[in-house]
């Protein structure tokens, strides 16, 4: 069964840091999409990067410059580093993974993937 499990969350200052990861088990082929989403209260859900089989990456225009995806293959960690953090960055934030190589589909906007962690909070004060 695939688990993924966030961490590093926490609390900072306007203008911080902080290093999310999100270390995936429990597949035999790792899927083809790996993303980070957040959900704020009385806010929808939005994508806030993804990387695919390919190494491509895509983020959301709000985090574009501040936040870094990537992936560590030999350990499957998904990672996300976040700089100049800003209060309106303050949300739970969800790792998610799906999708197969043949149809190659990923991105912020693809939020129907299969596997989801339980998210870890990110508040950032002013």
């Known amino acids: 069964q695939v688990q993924l499990v966030e961490s590093g969350g926490g609390s900072v200052q306007a203008g911080g840091s902080l290093r999310l990861s999100c270390a995936a088990s429990?597949?035999?082929?790792?899927?083809?999409?790996m993303a980070w989403f957040r959900q704020a209260p009385g806010k929808e859900r939005e994508g806030v990067g993804s990387?695919?089989?390919?190494?491509?990456?895509n983020y959301a225009d709000s985090v574009k410059g501040r936040f870094t995806i990537s992936l560590d293959s030999a350990k499957n960690i998904l990672s996300l580093s976040m700089n100049s953090l800003k209060p309106e960055d303050t949300a739970m934030y969800y790792c998610?993974?799906?999708?197969?190589?043949?149809?190659?589909?990923?991105?912020?906007?693809?939020?129907?993937?299969?596997?989801w962690g339980q998210g870890t909070q990110v508040i950032v004060s002013s």
């Open positions: 998610a993974a799906g999708g197969t190589a043949i149809f190659r589909i990923c991105g912020i906007r693809v939020h129907n993937l299969a596997y």
């Open positions: 429990g597949y035999t082929h790792r899927p083809y999409c």
């Open positions: 990387i695919d089989g390919d190494g491509r990456t």
